[in-house]
Structures are given as C-alpha cells and as structure tokens.
C-alpha cells in the first residue's frame, strides 16, 4: 500500500487561507481536521480528489449531506436544467409546494413545510413555534444533543474544561439562554416525567434526536420515544424530533417512521438536498399554521429554486427500489470490519451503526452513556484518522462515518483493509 507522506498543496493554502478567512475556515469544526484542513478540487461518487492530486473514499460526505454522493448526474442534470431560468425570484414558484408535498408524503404524521437553509434556523423556528403555540418559554433538551449554534440553542452539547454541561458553550453567547433551557440526561424517561409534571418548569417543548448521531450514535432505549410521546401528551409539551441527520437517511421517514413515533414538529436538513443549503421543519397543521397568526419565519433566501431543484434530484434517488435495504447492508459491513481491525489489533472500541451511519467510539468496551463517549480516546483517534487519510480513507473526527448510495461493498472492504493497516501502524 503506497502512502500519502505530505500534502504540500494542501498545507501551503492553508497557511494562505489563515490570512483572509477566520479561523482560516468557512466553518469552525474544520479547523479540527487533522493533520491539517485538506483542499478538494473534486469529488465523483463515493471519491474525493485533492489539491495534491491524491484520492480519498470519501466518509465525511460533507458532514452528512452529500447521501446520494458527489456530483451525481441525475443531480447534475436536474440543477443544470434549472439554473439558466433564473437563481431566485423572491417570490412563489410550482417546486415550493411539489417538493414540500414530496417531505410530507415520506414522513408520517405531518401536514405542512416550512423552508429554510440551515437546521440551525429550523431548530430555531421549531422553539418559536412552540413557545406562539403551548404560551411557555422553556424547553427540554438532552444532554449531548445539537440543536445548531443559535444562542437559545447551543447548549448541554459538550462539557466544559470543568466536566460543566450547564454552562454557554461559545463566548459572546448570551448568557440568559441557560435560564429558558432543562438539560437532562438522555434515554431517562423519569427525569423527563418528574420536569415536565412540574408547571413551574413552564416547558413549551422537548428536543430530541432521534438517534444520539453527535454523540455516539447512540439508539433510544426500547419505548423512550413512546415514553416522551406520552408524557407530552399528558403535559401538553410538544415533541421535537431533530432529525438533521437522521432524515431521509436512516429510513425515508427518518426515525419517526423507523421508531413508530409521531412528534409534533420534525427538523429536517442535511440529506434533503444532497449537499444544497436546505432545511425543512414539517409539522401538524395547527402548529407551523401559527405563521399565519403571527409567527414570524422569514429568509431571503428560503424556497431557492435551484436548491429545491436538488432536493427533488435526491429525493428522487433515495426512492429507488433497495436503497434503505442497501444502506443497511453497507453500514452493517463497515462496523463489523472496522469492529474486527480494532479487535485484531487489540485496540478495545465500540463499534456500531443505525442505517448508513457507523460510530466508532476509541478506547473502551461500553459506551451506553454521554459520558462514556465524552471520555473515550480522541487523542487516539485523530492520529488514527491521520493514518487513515494516508491511506485514501477520509473520515471525520469524532468517530462518525456517513455512507452515500455512491458506497459499494468493495470501498468498504478496501476501506476496512485500509483500517487494519492504519490500526498496526499506530
Ligand atoms: N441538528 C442536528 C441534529 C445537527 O446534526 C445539526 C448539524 N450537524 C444541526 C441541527 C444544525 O444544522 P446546520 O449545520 O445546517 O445549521
């Protein structure tokens, strides 16, 4: 197996791109890219190319969207067709509703869209609507949860230098969100009970992922989402399932059909799109209908045409016959050979996977629990990620690997190859 010693292209832009961009990044999470932010040129399928000519199976997948992979030609074709009538027209066109008809038809239970670009802002509208709807102010989220980086929102995701979770996670946030937020520990039924029972807590609305993806990949415990439907039911709370990423990608309705429980109000983002700024927040009809009563949600840039082009290209994709059957397929193989290279090289890992997204969590045997996987071995980690990106692997940090339909059994058995080697040489 040849190796990647250096990316010399790479490293000379990122020096550059230091000068002009923030954190000399579009985005803060990757400057934690190690051994630096590599520049792509290119990506086809399941394959990236760098600026320094070398080739990579792409697991990163943008961070999630890119589920149908890079530069599909059904994508292509369908944006290619839309973009000489026109990039935005600020007003009503036919794609708005044919798409949002499209969302409401996968998943159960709801009966309206909402268009925006990011999850962050639909996470935010969803807390909106919520308070116009219930007339409380606070909300229930868990802990290890991502709800965005809205300051409302942005909260009991990761501890402190201290091991705090209830504290502003970001400098310059405003500190009063912490008063309007109960963070729990997540798979707790009682906890969730005893809190929303209590009227003082004045809770409008619990968020939840569906499956803990930001932390661990970690699945509801038998019944905890029915236990939450419940108990909102009998508190009049309403539920939130934040299924940025687990929409359209661990089943075509997400969790709400692969669990059987209808929330209220269902964030949407990420896979939608295949890789084009698009996020939804579909809902029961009473609730996203506050808009008409004076719930403001706006964006210049909601309802783009070409993005919603996109969302029908992809859309269209992941409804082909086999595709959820395949994921599965795919993500089972891809935990079970790279659970086998940790177990051959004696390195102790939790390995696992729901749907096309597998979770390695370095450095112990059990992971149940958010602290389990706070504690795990990252420093290890990254230097594994290293090692693997010199072998044509590229992954995330934090141990989450995304599978697009572009994915075949043969990139996961080269990939979990690449992993034994990457695995001894450490
Ligand atoms: N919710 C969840 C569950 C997410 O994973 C993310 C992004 N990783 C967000 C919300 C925020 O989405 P965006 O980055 O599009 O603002």
Redesign the pocket.
């Known amino acids: 197996m040849s190796l990647i010693e250096s990316w010399p292209g790479s490293a000379q832009r990122w020096e550059r791109a230091k000068g002009s961009l923030g954190g000399g990044v579009s985005?803060g999470m990757r400057a934690q890219m190690k051994p630096h932010p590599l520049y792509f040129e290119s990506g086809q399928g399941a394959e990236l190319r760098d600026v320094d000519g070398n080739t990579y199976t792409d697991y990163v997948l943008g961070?999630?969207p890119v589920i149908i992979g890079h530069a599909h030609p059904h994508l292509v074709e369908t944006v290619t067709r839309q973009l000489p009538l026109g990039q935005t027209f600020g007003a009503s066109h036919d794609l708005e509703y044919e798409i949002a008809e499209r969302v409401l038809a996968a998943i159960p239970g709801m009966d309206r869209v909402l268009w925006s670009?990011?999850?962050?802002?639909?996470?935010q509208t969803a807390l909106r609507l919520a308070r116009a709807a219930t007339g409380r102010r606070r909300f229930v989220k868990f802990e290890g949860?991502?709800?965005?980086?809205s300051d409302a929102m942005l909260l009991g995701y990761r501890p402190d230098a201290n091991g705090a979770l209830d504290r502003p996670a970001s400098r310059g946030q405003n500190p009063s969100a912490l008063t309007d937020v109960t963070i729990l520990p997540w798979n707790d039924a009682a906890a969730v009970r005893a809190v929303l029972t209590d009227p003082d807590q004045d809770i409008a609305a619990v968020f939840t992922?569906p499956v803990l993806?930001?932390s661990g990949v970690l699945e509801p415990a038998p019944g905890f989402l029915a236990e939450l439907r419940a108990i909102c039911d009998e508190t009049g709370t309403l539920l939130v399932f934040?299924?940025?990423?687990?929409g359209f990608r661990i089943a075509h309705g997400g969790g709400t059909e692969r669990y059987g429980v209808t929330p209220d109000l269902v964030?949407l983002?990420?896979a939608i799109a295949g890789g084009f700024?698009l996020?939804a927040l579909a809902g029961r009809g009473d609730l996203i209908d506050e808009v008409t009563r004076g719930v403001v949600h706006a964006g210049t840039y909601n309802g783009n045409p070409v993005v919603l082009a996109a969302a029908g290209a992809t859309l269209d994709v992941l409804a082909e016959p086999g595709t959820y059957e395949r994921f599965e397929d795919l993500g089972g193989a891809l935990a079970t050979g790279l659970a086998s290279a940790f177990s051959d090289a004696g390195r102790p890992a939790v390995v696992r996977n729901v749907g096309p997204v597998v979770q390695v969590i370095p450095g112990t045997d059990a992971a149940e629990t958010f602290t389990d996987f706070t504690t795990a071995d990252w420093d290890f980690y990254d230097r594994l990620t290293v090692e693997l990106l010199r072998r044509g692997v590229f992954s995330l940090p934090g141990g989450r690997w995304y599978l697009s339909t572009a994915h075949t059994a043969a990139d996961v058995e080269r990939t979990v190859a690449a992993a034994r080697d990457a695995l001894a040489a450490l």
């Open positions: 985005t961070w999630g670009n990011t999850g962050t802002e639909a996470d949860h991502y709800h965005g980086w992922e993806c930001n934040d299924e940025v990423i687990t964030v983002a990420k700024p996020a």
